[in-house]
């Protein structure tokens, strides 16, 4: 049986659920640098996160595609996307480095909307 959690690693999940949280609400978080093993620390890093939008259509018994973009001066940190129950989200991930781009196949006979969400942020020491 694998191990999914090892002792002495680092685990990105949860840093990836709090990142989602914050951008929904944007605003910033404050990370500390690795600590040496001599105890001392190398300060810390601002993370200013905002989320970004772009709703799209699917027509009926198609499939689409859109990409959001962050903001000027911002790197695409991850994101996500959000559909009626009956799309098929096929593919949601980075383009470049500063924009997310979502894929959906629609096989219903009516059209559906897709929102494609970009969690954008910056980062100063």
Known sequence: MRKFFRP??????PLVAVLIV???????????????????????TRIDLTTATKTFTVGALSN??????????????????????????TDSRPQGTNAWRVWADNPGESDRLVTAYAVCMTTES
């Open 8 to 13: 002495g690693r680092p685990h990105l999940a």
């Open 22 to 44: 914050l951008a929904l609400g944007a605003g910033t978080v404050s990370a500390a640098k690795p600590t040496a093993a001599d105890g001392t620390s190398a300060g810390s």
């Open 64 to 89: 689409a595609s859109d990409t959001v973009l962050c903001p000027v001066g911002r790197v695409v940190g991850g994101g996500f996307s959000q559909s009626a129950y009956d799309v098929h989200i």
